[in-house]
């Protein structure tokens, strides 16, 4: 299944060369945790800078060796929507390697220790899934916490 291009609804945030997927239902939040994320500081727990990838939608490849790899597509680069100021032109990266799936859902149906994490495949590689509520103010942490913690995702043989 090596290149498989599969476009996605979603915005990409990376930290450092790994990337999450923020997955809702429109006005769920996920530009909103993705411009949280941008504006996040580099600390002793999540070290070195955060890019935008994509906003809206993203392009998701499988490479020969396994490895997912997300991009926006060209009309959408360098793009991100924030909701009460319109569409900002910011730096972005080309593509990252995808990590972790954010599923943005009611507070109510997170659970208080998933353990392990849940999991998805796309293009037959298994990805964690993060569930988290866009709009708490620990969201965009919880995020890059899971996202520097760098898992491993589980390829398909």
């Known amino acids: ?37 941008l504006v996040h500081a580099s600390n002793p727990l999540v070290p070195g800078p955060v890019h935008l990838v994509g906003d809206d ?15 926006a597509p060209k009309t959408l680069a360098g793009k991100l929507e924030v909701r009460g100021l319109g569409i900002l032109e910011v ?9 972790l799936i ?16 849940p999991f998805e495949k796309i293009h037959g590689v298994r990805l964690p899934v993060l569930k988290l509520h866009a709009f708490d103010n620990s969201s965009a942490a919880k995020l890059l916490l899971t996202l520097a913690r760098n898992l491993a995702p589980l390829k398909d043989t």
Do not use: F
Request: charged share 25%; hydrophobic share 40%; with cysteine.
């Open 102 to 117: 954010v599923d943005l859902v009611e507070r109510e149906k997170i659970m208080r220790l998933p353990d392990p994490l």
């Open 57 to 71: 939608y993203v392009e998701v490849t499988r490479d020969d060796a396994g490895v997912l790899c997300a991009r």
């Open 1 to 37: 299944m090596p290149d498989a291009l599969e476009l996605i609804n979603g915005t990409v945030i990376a930290h450092g060369e790994t990337a999450a997927l923020i997955r809702g239902p429109s006005g769920s939040g996920k530009s909103d945790l993705a411009l949280q994320c």
């Open 91 to 99: 730096k972005t990266i080309s593509k990252a390697e995808l990590i």
